[in-house]
């Protein structure tokens, strides 16, 4: 397995489609996604090749579910399946030197992140294929999302760490388990609110979602980086939750403007993007809703970009963003509206729209009117009740915890959690991925876990796994005993978790 | 109650459309030789004179069967006549230099006369002001009177002014002094129960025309009124065709602002605080509320009505005009020329359900109906009439959101001044509120105006004489408790509704929202209610949200509805099961995990809990119908150390029995 590593990239990922190519010769039709594209055919070919075998073979014995990983010397394969028959693999290198260690759920998280946030703008894979039998629409569409997607991961770095931007480079720096082993991709993050501001901001929902008349919308409120209300099904929440942070919120405008000068003062700019998908535009009608600087907060307070298109041609709903709801089947025109810190974002449902007579901006206008007052009254209250970015710490706890059900976690802030030693973080980050191969085994079974381990520099590492809800902690009071530990646990589920995690 | 206002509801009498309504029957007074009728407004008396009798009805309690008593007086031209305040002595004018006082019991009498050729008496009024009993006014000022219980008159004081007429009303205790050559110049004073103040000097606002350089006011044209406990004073420009009012405070008079005319002849009466303009050659009423800062009236003008009058009901006559024309049966005319009006009105009932037909803001209407007092209960009943039909009209949320702070705020407002009393008696189970048999909680006289002047100290007080003269209603305000707005509007509406949740969801959330804002608390059932319109219009993501910011107030009840609706969607159900932990409802969170399926986590819950209030069969039975023998093996174990004696239980026999035949290899 270790002659798979022939270059220098330490990052393989690809998309491929196991009903496609089944002819010899034909095989490259498989592929919908290769990362790097500078790869040579014959070992993309290869990697989809070993990868398709294994999930051939695993299949053999569990059909339901095939292969999920293989551990090699060196490196480790992660395979998702993102819909039926179209599997994403990623390959990593494994350098305990570099800290090139991971959680394969972590990992398999960013492939699921990334295909979900890619079916909420484009629809499903299997749709586009079933749309434009060649594939090269969907790899036209594919290309840059995957590529955009991942550049957030290079350009994350880059902006928090800022004096080490020169020796990284454009490698891509995958989160390894500093970060992600007190954190949860694909749940949201949320504001707790006071319950008089609660009732303030539900009104304002219905405010919002009464600027479109009659319409069905749906309506999300994010504070800075949390979400404050939101009125979509889970999924859609999460998969609008992580764009919003990623490219929408005050937060993500501010650093993307902060790495445009970046590049600007070096000169870099991002040529090489930009002329791949050059090229594969002219085919096809390209939309990079992942594409990095394209939004900007106008005067009337709409953020707007030109992703979509230019507002002078054609109609003029046409330059306006679009995604697909999951749980509705339906696709929405997305609005966003930032005050300071507040980002709302409304969705109107676009048959509605048409059919309806109503135009966007006669919705905007309602917004404006209507809601901008209420909307900095409710700004200016949550800010004055946030409690800034360790409003969350709880003192002598590092900690997560995961609502599995309502996708939505809380831990502590990244800059307490970088207080923590690497063997407390590492033993962590090896007690989860114990528990979730626990999980994963015990999928339809009443889950209900408790452990409590002594890591090598005497901190506690516990995780306490109670139907859909998960609790990590690290505990680094070397004095405690596992007596002390679970009391401390006890105390902090009774006062944080409502007392849902019982300790034996 | 209907709910709904309609215009169809106000053709009460004669059919027209009116917003105001001469009380049916009236009061009527048929003495022969009648020479005269007088209106004694300080005792609310209305008096008849023959030649040598003096007839008086009570008008305060208002009661059309009521017996006049009977004076005798020696005979004499009578100008004004007017009882004192304890109705002990009747004083007479008798011509422009003499009063005669009769004492009703010691039949004494006792004539005042003040110096011929050099003033005149333009009239008089008793006083309960501590200074003096009685006040005459003459052409040259006002002489102020201590009168003892024999009779005996002492000057006290005498106020030098050179007056043309005056006006004075009891009410108001305020009497104005016109001088002049135009009438205009005006010095007022109050008579109060604090002493006598001397209001500041001030100037009457008149137009001239070409043809009418000098128009000079007469006594009609000058208005004092009471409303909200403040008093205003009207004043008819003909030559603008403007009513101009005055707002009297203790050290100022300012000029509030002018209403328009539509008639040559004018008329005003005051009922429950608002201002009945009669236009009276127009032949209708406008009514204005003065509380509001706007000059624009509360509805459109129509003509005044009398009401339950039947055709067939002859020589009817109404109590307060000063005439003794008889009106004709057949044909009412409204507004005869021999008709005069007394401030405040005796007879115009308002009724709500017009003015609501024809008025189309309802918020403001609202805020209108709240400030009502004559009737509380009838405005409130409307109030909630009208919030009920705003919901079910699906008026746009904003409106209803209005409305509702309207009421919420009145609400709050009336308990802070402490006006509002909850009622007691009231039964749960009734659809509307039963108010007749609430007579305990009667408050007299609120319209005093106390709680306006708290808030608005520099302003002239009332009299507190005053309070005795207004109505007594069976509700003293109007205001709707949260509780109440929840039963008779949420709650009721909630069936038509049910499939617009959404839309009565937005508005319980505006109502929540108002509520809390006062600090207010209300009904448990409607945050039950709120989730059973989220779950039925599947909005989880709310459902979920309203449950962990506490906008849904947590509760055993609340817990039970999500546990109930969460039979559609499972993190309902957690959402509920979750609320029953927190609330250290263990009993019902044990039983519910039962039912779940989650019986292992029950028990250890259980356990931990030490709670063994829950049937030991429920955890056994899971187990045994899961066929889990270890885990009904450790049930059985776990139980024995948590109940005492458990081991000695019927219970224990079975399972340990079933266990041991389906497998003797587990250990117990």
């Not at chain 1, 759920?105 to 484009?122: I, N, P, Q, Y």
């Not at chain 2, 209907?2 to 215009?7: D, F, Y």
């Not at chain 2, 009922?271 to 127009?282: F, G, K, R, S, T």
């Not at chain 2, 009901?313 to 008709?339: C, K, L, R």
Request: with cysteine; proline share 3%.
């Amino acid at each position: 397995m270790a002659s798979m590593s022939s270059g220098d990239e330490s990052l393989r990922l690809c998309v491929f489609d196991l009903r496609r190519g089944q002819t010899e010769g034909q095989e490259l039709d498989k592929i919908l996604f290769f990362h790097p594209p500078e790869l040579d055919v014959s070992t993309q070919l290869s990697v989809t090749g070993l990868s398709e075998g294994l999930i051939t073979f695993t299949r053999l014995f569990s059909p339901e579910a095939a292969c999920e990983v293989i551990e090699a010397e060196r490196h480790s394969h992660v395979f998702f399946e993102a819909e039926t028959d179209i599997w994403m693999v990623m390959v990593v290198e494994k350098n305990k030197d570099t800290g090139a260690i991971w959680r394969i759920d972590a990992l398999r998280g960013m492939l699921k992140e990334v295909h979900s946030l890619f079916v909420m703008f484009h629809g499903s894979v299997r749709a586009l294929l079933e749309k434009e039998p060649t594939g090269g629409l969907t790899r036209a569409q594919l290309y840059p999302f995957i590529t955009d997607y991942l550049s957030t991961f290079q350009k994350r770095s880059r902006s928090e760490d800022w004096c080490c931007d020169l020796f990284v480079g454009k490698k891509l720096q995958l989160p390894n388990f500093r970060e992600t082993t007190l954190s949860e991709r694909g749940t949201v993050q949320m504001l707790t609110l006071a319950r008089d501001t609660a009732l303030e901001v539900q009104s304002l929902v219905q405010v919002l979602e009464s600027c479109a008349g009659n319409l069905q919308c749906h309506s999300m409120i994010l504070f800075q980086d949390l979400l404050v209300s939101t009125t979509l099904s889970p999924d859609d929440t999460t998969n609008l939750f992580t764009f919003a942070v990623m490219r929408l919120t005050s937060q993500a405008l501010l650093s993307s403007d902060a790495s445009s000068w970046s590049y600007l003062r070096k000169g870099t700019g991002s040529s090489e993007t930009s002329s791949t998908s050059g090229s594969i535009d002219s085919q096809h009608h390209v939309i990079r809703p992942l594409q990095n600087d394209k939004w900007k907060k106008g005067k009337d307070g709409f953020l707007v970009t030109d992703v979509w298109g230019l507002e002078t041609g054609g109609s003029p709903d046409s330059a306006i963003p679009i995604v697909w709801l999951q749980q509705r089947q339906e696709r929405v025109y997305l609005l966003a509206y930032q005050y300071k810190s507040l980002t709302l974002l409304l969705l109107l449902p676009t048959t509605a729209v048409l059919n309806g007579g109503l135009s966007v901006s006669a919705v905007k206008h309602q917004v404006i009117e209507q809601a901008s007052l209420r909307i900095m009254k409710i700004e200016e209250k949550i800010s004055r009740g946030w409690g800034g970015e360790n409003a969350y710490h709880v003192k002598g706890y590092r900690y997560l915890v995961v609502d599995t059900d309502l996708e939505v976690s809380r831990a502590s802030p990244s800059g307490k959690v970088a207080t923590l030693a690497k063997e407390s973080l590492l033993a962590l980050n090896k007690l989860r991925e114990e528990v979730d191969l626990e999980k994963s085994r015990a999928k339809r079974q009443e889950r209900d876990l408790e452990i409590c381990i002594r890591a090598k520099n005497n901190a506690w590492v516990i995780a306490r796994v109670s139907r859909d809800k998960e609790l990590y902690m690290a505990l680094e009071k070397a004095s405690d005993t596992l007596l002390d530990a679970t009391d401390a646990v006890g105390r902090f589920s009774n006062r944080y978790c409502s007392g849902a995690f019982l300790m034996d | 109650m209907s709910s709904r206002p309609s215009s169809s509801q106000t053709s009460v009498g004669s059919g027209a459309l009116s917003h105001a309504y001469i009380q049916h029957p009236s009061l009527r007074c048929n003495v022969p030789e009648s020479r005269g009728l007088f209106y004694d407004d300080a005792n609310r008396l209305l008096i008849c004179v023959t030649s040598s009798q003096v007839f008086s009805w009570e008008t305060a309690t208002f009661n059309p069967d009521v017996s006049p008593s009977v004076d005798s007086i020696p005979e004499g031209p009578i100008l004004s006549i007017r009882c004192s305040l304890g109705k002990k002595v009747i004083a007479v004018q008798r011509s422009d230099c003499e009063i005669q006082f009769f004492h009703r019991e010691t039949k004494q009498t006792l004539t005042h006369k003040c110096k011929a050729g050099s003033e005149s008496i333009l009239g008089f009024f008793w006083s309960d002001s501590p200074l003096c009993d009685l006040a005459v006014v003459k052409t040259s000022g006002m002489d102020l009177f201590a009168c003892d219980s024999a009779m005996n008159l002492r000057l006290v004081e005498t106020k030098k002014v050179n007056v043309n007429w005056y006006i004075y009303t009891h009410e108001s205790r305020l009497v104005l002094l016109a001088s002049g050559l135009q009438c205009k110049t005006i010095t007022g004073f109050q008579l109060s129960t604090a002493g006598v103040v001397r209001l500041p000097k001030f100037e009457m606002t008149l137009a001239t025309t070409e043809s009418n350089s000098k128009p000079i006011i007469s006594p009609g044209d000058v208005h004092l009124i009471t409303v909200y406990g403040r008093i205003y004073c009207l004043q008819v420009d003909m030559e603008a065709m403007l009513l101009h009012t005055y707002r009297f405070y203790r050290d100022a008079v300012v000029q509030q602002g002018s209403l328009p005319i539509y008639s040559s002849k004018l008329s005003v009466s005051v009922v429950d605080n608002l201002l009945l303009v009669h236009q009276i050659d127009a032949k209708v009423v406008i009514i204005y509320d003065l509380f509001v800062d706007s000059r624009a009236p509360v509805s459109a003008p129509l003509p005044l009505l009398w009401r339950g009058y039947q055709g067939s009901d002859t020589s009817s006559q109404q109590e307060n005009e000063g005439t003794e024309s008889s009106t004709s049966s057949e044909n009412i005319v409204m507004y005869e020329d021999a008709w005069t009006f007394l401030v405040p009105d005796l007879i115009l009932d308002q009724t709500n359900k017009a003015i609501s037909a024809s008025s189309s803001d309802r918020s403001s209407l609202l805020e209108f109906l709240q400030r009502r007092k004559l009737e509380a209960n009838k405005a409130k009943q409307l109030c909630l009439g009208i919030a009920r039909t705003l919901i079910l009209e699906r008026r746009p949320a904003t409106q209803v959101t209005q409305a509702i702070d309207v009421l919420v705020t009145a609400y709050s407002y009336s308990v802070k001044a402490g006006i509002y009393k909850e009622l007691k008696n009231e039964k749960t189970t009734a659809t509307t509120p039963t108010n007749d048999g609430a007579s305990p909680d009667n408050e007299r006289g609120r319209a005093s105006g106390s709680s306006i002047d708290e808030e608005e100290e520099v302003e002239m007080n009332l009299p507190s004489g005053s309070a005795d003269e207004q109505q007594e209603s069976q509700l003293s305000s109007p205001a709707i408790s949260p509780d109440e707005l929840y039963k008779f509007v949420f709650a009721s509406v909630e069936e038509a509704m049910v499939e617009e949740s959404d839309y009565l969801v937005a508005i319980i959330t505006e109502f929540l929202r108002s509520i809390s804002a006062e600090k207010l608390k209300v009904d448990l059932n409607i945050y039950v209610m709120t989730v059973r319109l989220l779950a039925h219009s599947k909005r989880f993501a709310e459902l979920s949200l309203f449950t962990t910011n506490k906008i849904i107030e947590p509760s055993k009840e609340v817990a039970l509805q999500l546990l109930e609706s969460g039979g559609q969607n499972l993190r309902v159900r957690k959402l509920g099961l979750d609320m029953l932990r927190q609330l250290s409802l263990h009993h019902e969170y044990i039983s519910s995990l039962v039912q779940d399926g989650y019986y292992l986590e029950a028990l250890r819950y259980a356990q931990k809990r030490k709670v063994t209030s829950v049937r030991s069969s429920l955890f056994l039975e899971a187990a045994f119908a899961s066929n889990d023998m270890q885990h009904l093996a450790a049930i059985l174990r776990v139980l024995s150390e948590l109940i005492p004696g458990f081991k000695e239980t019927s219970e224990y026999y079975t399972f340990h029995g079933l266990l041991n035949e389906t497998s003797s290899s587990v250990a117990v």
